[in-house]
């Protein structure tokens, strides 16, 4: 309870210093008057111009969180202990999130990232954990390598999931993200952009391993490796992966183990933004013996400082892969289709910040209890339809 | 018919004063010494949101900012990149906060924007069409 009150203060007082720091964010290096020190590292910078500088910024979100299905716990993401519905009428850990991140750049070449964030956690607290940290070499614009711990572009915006501030909708549409197969990876990764014509080509290939801990489940992947593309083309993108993995888990409840498995992940993302209104639409399908699908399709238009939107997402029910043995892991993700239908809107009401509110009407489909948990066992609410309220404002700094 | 001399001194200042409070038209320009002499607003969008570090001629491209919350910075941005402050700035918090962020130079002003280009064939900027100088040349006007 403590730590909660401690971080709506914290919230608060960086919401206040957020306006002074405003210019951080875009990463200025100017100096006083005449002439600025450039910091970009591409070839066309003359090492003697370069001076090494560090960075300061952060961002954060306080919101509430509320569901009309008391028999169980609505979530924002599958590994966290409690939610809205059944544990909370009008719940806040969800939203509650502070992150601080440094920047520093050491050499035209190499730079660093190191981003802590504080948020509702998988064992119920708030501990402050390192999100990313990683050195960057970067070639020039086009091409760099990183090691350390470095973010998963599975999905537009899974590397930023926590960045309210950075997409319009309260939170990321939920069936799809429960399904975001691995956040983050220890190892390497190389990016690599090129353009043929008007057309703007990256790709990603990252190779590591992640190991994850809860009171209820340990798991450890290794052998983890992916490749992402992205093509953008004036307003439009595309973004595919591919990545796969050999997991083992542990559960803490039963004491089972399941040995190493390979499981891969596909998905595919298409968006297009020409400014004034948007839409953009993903799906992923999880494989291991048990395949699964998740996608979702979001439109938005801006009007002033509104962002109206609306979103439809939905899980649907899997199959088991022929000739497999399904697992109690694989059980644990089948039975879980549900949908939602999503009205929301984003206010800019102030640089910097954002309130957004969302109503989210999800529908479980007839043999599941969706993701919500904290349901007794036994009760089913198969085919039951509830609605979620989303409350929650935005900031960097 | 002519109309007194007051009246007319009163039109003339009138006529002075609303020119030259008028909206000024915003500009993107480069150096005179540089060989590029016409972009794209999608050339010049992809070089300053930093997904392009080249001009179409294959040489280096380096932006060059306005201060945040500058009129002409937002009139820069909504028309070339359709892009309102607010998001922009999503734009960036997006690429900083997943370590792909760069950094960019900032020049308060067109006058300073002007002086930084003037000597760099490789700048580019957005600038005042009033504070136009021989020095640098029009490539863009959006």
């Known amino acids: ?397 | 018919m002519t109309l007194p001399g007051g009246i007319k001194l009163v039109l003339m200042l009138a006529l002075a004063m609303s020119a030259s409070v008028a909206h000024g038209e915003v500009v993107v320009i480069v150096s005179s010494k540089s060989s590029i002499t016409s972009l794209t607003p999608e050339q010049t969008s992809r070089i300053f949101l930093g997904k392009d570090d080249k001009f179409p001629n294959d040489e280096f491209a380096t932006p060059i900012d306005q201060p945040e919350g500058d009129a002409i910075r937002d009139e820069f941005y909504s028309k070339v990149a359709h892009k309102n402050p607010s998001q922009m700035d999503a734009y960036w918090s997006k690429l900083i906060f997943t370590g792909e962020g760069r950094l960019s130079k900032l020049a308060k002003g067109s006058k300073e924007v002007v002086k930084l280009i003037a000597n760099d064939p490789n700048a580019i900027g957005y600038i005042d069409k009033r504070d136009l100088k021989k020095n640098v040349r029009v490539v863009l006007t959006p």
């Open chain 1, 1 to 397: 309870m403590f730590q909660k009150y401690w971080l709506s203060v914290l919230l608060l007082i960086i919401a206040c210093l957020s306006d002074a720091t405003a210019d951080q964010l875009v990463n200025t290096v100017a100096k006083s008057g005449s002439g600025t020190t450039s910091t970009v590292p591409a070839s066309n910078t003359s090492s003697s111009d370069f001076q090494p500088n560090f960075q300061i910024s952060g961002f954060g979100s306080l919101g509430v969180l509320h569901s009309t299905q008391t028999a169980g716990d609505y979530v924002l993401d599958s590994s966290l202990p409690s939610g809205a519905g059944r544990s909370s009428d009008w719940e806040t850990n969800n939203f509650s999130r502070l992150a601080v991140q440094l920047n520093s750049y050491f050499t035209p070449h190499i730079s660093g990232q190191f981003q802590v964030i504080t948020a509702y956690e998988s064992n119920g607290t708030f501990q402050p954990d390192v999100e990313w940290l990683n050195l960057k070499y970067t070639f020039n614009q086009n091409a760099y390598i990183r090691v350390g711990r470095i973010g998963l572009p599975t999905f537009f915006d899974s590397g930023n999931h926590d960045v309210g501030y950075s997409y319009p909708w309260a939170h990321p549409p939920s069936e799809l993200y429960y399904l975001l197969p691995i956040q983050s990876s220890d190892g390497v990764d190389a990016l690599y952009r090129f353009g043929i014509g008007e057309t703007r080509n990256s790709v990603k290939l990252t190779y590591g391993q992640n190991t994850f801990s809860s009171p209820i489940i340990n798991s450890t992947a290794k052998d983890l490796w992916g490749v992402f593309d992205t093509i953008e083309y004036g307003d439009a993108s595309i973004h595919v992966s591919y990545q796969e993995r050999n997991a083992s888990f542990q559960n803490n409840l039963t004491g089972t183990n399941s040995p190493g498995r390979e499981f891969n992940d596909i998905s595919l993302g298409v968006n297009y933004d020409p400014g004034n209104w948007f839409v953009t639409s993903e799906w992923v399908q999880s494989r291991t013996s048990y395949l699964a699908n998740a996608m979702y399709a979001g439109i938005g238009i801006r009007i002033n400082k509104f962002t109206p939107y609306l979103i439809r997402s939905q899980h649907t029910p899997g199959s088991y892969s022929s000739g497999s043995t399904p697992s109690s892991f694989d059980l644990r993700l089948a039975n879980r289709s549900q949908s939602t239908n999503s009205i929301g809107a984003r206010w800019d009401f102030k640089k910097n910040f954002d309130l957004k509110l969302q109503y989210d009407q999800v529908n479980l489909s007839d043999n599941s209890n969706g993701f919500l948990i904290n349901v007794p066992a036994n009760q089913t609410l198969y085919g039951s339809t509830f609605s979620v309220f989303s409350a929650v404002v935005d900031f960097i700094f």
